[in-house]
């Protein structure tokens, strides 16, 4: 199920923290209609292997699996897609925060 209090805003409007799609496509979307991974999987046309590790965090939405879901969930692609790009953006600048620093000019 979605943890709905890592639903927060930071100082700049942005979501922190933000859901990986997987844990939004399982706990809305799949446990909403009451099917499992292998349902999903079939109805999809994936490997449950592929879907499974979506839903678990472990792989990205690619734009064909954003298209699936799309069909199937009767949603928007760019919705699935703009959730793996915040939930990519959180992460990587969490883990980058001190190792890049700002160029600066010569002059």
């Known amino acids: 199920m979605i943890n709905k209090t890592k639903f927060e805003m930071n100082e700049l409007g942005k979501m922190y923290n933000p859901p990986h799609p997987g844990e939004v496509l399982k706990g809305l979307y799949l446990d909403g209609i009451n099917i499992n991974v292998t349902m999903a999987s079939k109805a999809l046309g994936v490997t449950r292997q592929n879907l499974s590790e979506i839903v678990n965090g472990h792989r990205a939405i690619s734009p064909e699996m ?39 000019p010569l002059v």
């Open 66 to 104: 954003a298209l699936r879901l799309a069909k199937a969930f009767k949603t928007e692609a760019d919705m699935w897609l703009n959730m793996q790009k915040d939930f990519d953006l959180w992460r990587i600048n969490k883990e980058a925060k001190n190792k890049i620093k700002m160029v600066k």
